[in-house]
């Protein structure tokens, strides 16, 4: 059975910093994708960061470029998602999602991604 389970949401003033972390198991093969996607009341669930679990490459989307991070601890099976200078329009459910046949690009389509978690609130509010 595969799973991904999101933490590290919560309430941060705009400036602030968050780290969001995806704990995968049972994965057999390194050969996949992890995106992290949001989704904001009333708007679609958008791809803001992707890696490739074996490669190490990276995709960021252009509204949080400069400001959020993704890396790998393969050792734990986890992915983190760094966020910094956070704004209010960084609010959203966030939601780490795998699948073995997606890519990273030209960046992460949600249809395309089997495997979910079960999202993590981060509020962006003074």
């Known amino acids: 059975q595969l799973q991904l389970v999101e933490s590290g949401g919560g309430l941060v003033q705009p400036g602030g910093s968050l780290r969001l972390s995806c704990a995968a198991a049972?994965?057999?093969?390194?050969?996949?994708?992890i995106s992290w996607f949001r989704q904001a009341p009333g708007k679609e669930r958008e791809g803001v960061s992707c890696?490739?679990?074996?490669?190490?490459?990276?995709y960021y989307s252009d509204s949080v470029k400069g400001r959020f991070s993704i890396s790998r601890d393969n050792a734990k099976n986890i992915v983190y998602l760094q966020m910094n200078r956070l704004k209010p329009e960084d609010t959203a459910v966030y939601y780490c999602?795998?699948?073995?046949?997606?890519?990273?690009?030209?960046?992460?389509?949600?249809?395309?991604?089997?495997?979910w978690g079960q999202g993590t609130q981060v509020t962006v509010s003074a």
């Open positions: 049972g994965f057999t093969s390194p050969y996949y994708y």
């Open positions: 890696i490739s679990v074996s490669h190490g490459s990276t």
């Open positions: 999602a795998a699948d073995p046949s997606s890519s990273c690009y030209p960046s992460p389509d949600p249809h395309e991604y089997t495997y």
